[in-house]
């Protein structure tokens, strides 16, 4: 891996794609500590101590919630718009007909998921605002100057301080994906994840000592390698290829394929954005109710904060929800990446075949099969990793459960599963680039 990048620095225009995507990663991290005004840091530093669910926001902004910055709500309103864009193709047929006109028709799904993240950006500011306004019974208010009655002009600046920030994101996210190496809003991610890790290592060190320190990192080293076995883990399906009869010049006649090969069909194809749509889905609801928890309708406040305790992290049902949700996006979305692939159809065009399965329908419908067998392997075991954190609580208590969703693993099991994925799949753009270059000697066998 260290050599693909350092013969990727060789290369100028490769060296130009990373060093684009490190400056976009720079610039995020520094527009992470600018905040938005009126933000109270010691009311905000005890907030985040009890709440866990604005660890996972904090998650999926990156890092910037924890100093409530422009940045604080990160991408994640642009990953809900997706969800939603993702979920109505299906039912729209005149974006079924978009889906299947190439980059052209992806390109005007983007500007629609774009125009989207909008609105649910100003959504979220309010109410991510207003929650933090109200406090916690440990703490006071974290805005000191929020409200349209009291503070019109501040609370009009934090929301669009806020939704701005939001877009800023999603744009440098796609320079990245356009200009650099990898997925752009996935990398953002990353990075936030990365730049807490120095004060986990701090903080485990502090409170526990050298020894709880070193059982972490084995702990995580051994976490990282099994998700690389899975995430890596495929199914070869063979592939024969008929031979032909090519007329070339000089009325010669040549033979042609006859060759074997395979389609390899991971595990887990869906990578991590399951455990980020499950994530994205839960936060939603409560995000929602928040707004109306002051209502002066008793009603409408006790239900507001039923749901709000109950898809809590503190409650059992978040995270048996969270569990079902990983393994419903885990197939949704690999059947989505699957029908874009379109492999039966490539195949019979391009005279492949599967041995023993006719082409056309049948070898879609052995191939659907398989997908679904090894996909319940890949959608366990993210499931699994997403709820880690409440079965560390189950086994040992309420102690191990804070350090399993703080420091144990040095990163949340969520977040280290984003770590690991996001690292496979820029490492595999970049030896894919090198190869398009010829330097098949460099990549790593």
């Not at 209502?295 to 059992?316: D, L, R």
């Given at each position: 891996?260290?050599?693909?990048?350092?013969?990727?620095?060789?290369?100028p225009?490769?060296?130009?794609?990373?060093?684009?995507?490190?400056?976009?990663?720079?610039?995020?991290?520094?527009?992470?500590?600018?905040?938005?005004?009126?933000?109270?840091?010691?009311?905000?530093?005890?907030?985040?101590?009890?709440?866990?669910?604005?660890?996972?926001?904090?998650?999926?902004?990156?890092?910037?919630?924890?100093?409530?910055?422009?940045?604080?709500?990160?991408?994640?309103?642009?990953?809900?718009?997706?969800?939603?864009?993702q979920?109505?193709?299906?039912?729209?047929?005149?974006?079924?007909?978009?889906?299947?006109?190439?980059?052209?028709?992806?390109?005007?799904?983007?500007?629609?998921?774009?125009?989207?993240?909008?609105?649910?950006?100003?959504?979220?500011?309010?109410?991510?605002?207003?929650?933090?306004?109200?406090?916690?019974?440990?703490?006071?208010?974290?805005?000191?100057?929020?409200?349209?009655?009291?503070?019109?002009?501040?609370?009009?600046v934090?929301?669009?301080?806020?939704?701005?920030?939001?877009?800023?994101?999603?744009?440098?996210?796609?320079?990245?994906?356009?200009?650099?190496?990898?997925?752009?809003?996935?990398?953002?991610?990353?990075?936030?994840?990365?730049?807490?890790?120095?004060?986990?290592?701090?903080?485990?060190?502090?409170?526990?000592?050298?020894?709880?320190l070193?059982?972490?990192?084995?702990?995580?080293?051994?976490?990282?390698?099994i998700?690389?076995?899975?995430?890596?883990?495929?199914?070869?399906?063979?592939?024969?290829?008929?031979?032909?009869?090519?007329?070339?010049?000089?009325?010669?006649?040549?033979?042609?394929?006859?060759?074997?090969?395979?389609?390899?069909?991971?595990?887990?194809?869906?990578?991590?954005?399951?455990?980020?749509?499950?994530?994205?889905?839960l936060?939603?609801?409560?995000?929602?109710?928040?707004?109306?928890?002051?209502?002066?309708?008793?009603?409408?406040?006790?239900?507001?904060?039923?749901?709000?305790?109950?898809?809590?992290?503190?409650?059992?049902?978040?995270?048996?929800?969270?569990f079902?949700?990983?393994?419903?996006?885990t197939y949704?979305?690999?059947?989505?990446?699957?029908?874009?692939?379109?492999?039966?159809?490539?195949?019979?065009?391009?005279?492949?075949?599967?041995?023993?399965?006719?082409?056309?329908?049948?070898?879609?419908?052995?191939?659907?099969?398989?997908?679904?067998?090894?996909?319940?392997?890949?959608?366990?075991?993210?499931?699994?990793?997403?709820?880690?954190?409440?079965?560390?609580?189950?086994?040992?208590?309420?102690?191990?459960?804070?350090?399993?969703?703080?420091?144990?693993?040095?990163?949340?099991?969520?977040?280290?599963?984003?770590?690991?994925?996001?690292?496979?799949?820029?490492?595999?753009?970049?030896?894919?680039?090198?190869?398009?270059?010829?330097?098949?000697?460099?990549?790593?066998?």
């Amino acid at each position: 891996m260290l050599e693909a990048v350092r013969n990727a620095f060789r290369l100028p225009d490769l060296r130009r794609k990373l060093l684009i995507t490190l400056g976009i990663l720079v610039i995020y991290r520094f527009l992470a500590h600018i905040p938005v005004p009126g933000v109270d840091r010691e009311s905000l530093s005890t907030i985040f101590q009890s709440n866990q669910l604005l660890g996972l926001l904090n998650l999926l902004s990156g890092g910037a919630l924890q100093n409530f910055s422009v940045m604080a709500m990160g991408v994640y309103p642009y990953i809900t718009a997706s969800i939603i864009i993702q979920l109505l193709i299906p039912i729209v047929p005149a974006w079924q007909e978009l889906q299947k006109e190439g980059e052209a028709g992806r390109n005007k799904l983007n500007q629609y998921t774009n125009w989207l993240t909008i609105p649910l950006a100003l959504l979220q500011a309010f109410g991510q605002s207003s929650l933090l306004a109200q406090g916690s019974s440990s703490s006071g208010p974290v805005l000191t100057q929020w409200g349209f009655g009291s503070y019109p002009l501040q609370t009009t600046v934090i929301l669009l301080s806020l939704t701005a920030g939001t877009m800023i994101a999603m744009w440098l996210g796609q320079i990245i994906t356009q200009q650099g190496i990898g997925n752009g809003i996935s990398i953002i991610i990353f990075g936030g994840i990365i730049a807490a890790m120095p004060q986990n290592v701090v903080n485990t060190t502090v409170q526990g000592g050298i020894l709880q320190l070193l059982v972490f990192l084995i702990i995580t080293v051994l976490t990282v390698a099994i998700i690389v076995v899975v995430q890596e883990g495929q199914r070869r399906i063979p592939v024969q290829y008929g031979k032909r009869v090519r007329a070339m010049r000089g009325n010669r006649l040549m033979v042609v394929g006859g060759q074997s090969t395979h389609v390899p069909m991971r595990v887990n194809s869906a990578g991590m954005i399951p455990l980020i749509f499950a994530s994205s889905m839960l936060i939603f609801p409560s995000t929602i109710a928040s707004y109306f928890v002051n209502s002066p309708s008793p009603f409408v406040s006790s239900v507001s904060t039923f749901i709000t305790n109950f898809f809590s992290p503190a409650n059992a049902p978040y995270w048996i929800m969270y569990f079902l949700l990983v393994i419903a996006f885990t197939y949704f979305y690999t059947d989505v990446i699957f029908k874009q692939q379109n492999l039966a159809e490539s195949l019979q065009r391009q005279g492949g075949f599967i041995p023993g399965i006719r082409p056309g329908y049948n070898t879609e419908k052995y191939l659907n099969t398989v997908l679904s067998r090894i996909t319940l392997v890949g959608a366990l075991f993210l499931g699994f990793v997403a709820i880690l954190p409440w079965l560390v609580h189950l086994l040992f208590g309420a102690g191990a459960a804070s350090r399993a969703s703080s420091s144990t693993l040095l990163i949340s099991s969520t977040g280290l599963l984003i770590v690991v994925g996001v690292v496979l799949d820029t490492m595999k753009q970049l030896e894919a680039q090198l190869l398009m270059r010829h330097y098949e000697g460099f990549i790593r066998k």
